[in-house]
């Protein structure tokens, strides 16, 4: 699964930054998922949680933001937000949401410019998945 070596990458870098700082302990890391990343959150989180058991890591508190996508129009230039969409979109069942959610790569297939009904869309931001933000304890 790609969360899992998501996941590796993660904790190898989270456990670096401690190295480098000299911290004893890590307290709180700070992950951001894009909205359309495929990623599923819980797990990305339970992956994590698996991959740092007996590293300095375990225990430390994993807190995985969602972020907002935004989508472009190649043909008109409009930018948008994949939530202002996502209500107006086709229903194509209850798979509908979750084809979006998944497979980014399909997304012209229901999104449509809401300015000159183009097709042709590119996804921004909210696509991958980074480090925001490590919170390391440190010697005094
Ligand atoms: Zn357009």
Redesign the pocket.
Known sequence: MHEWSLANGIVKSVLEEKEKNRAKAIRKVEISVGEVSQIDTETLRYAIENISRGTPMEGSEIMIDVEKTELR?R??G?IWNFDEVKGNLEPVGEEGDNAVHYLPESISIFIK?P??M?QDIEILGGKGVSIKKIILEVED
């Open positions: 129009c043909t008109c409009h410019c300015v000159c183009g």
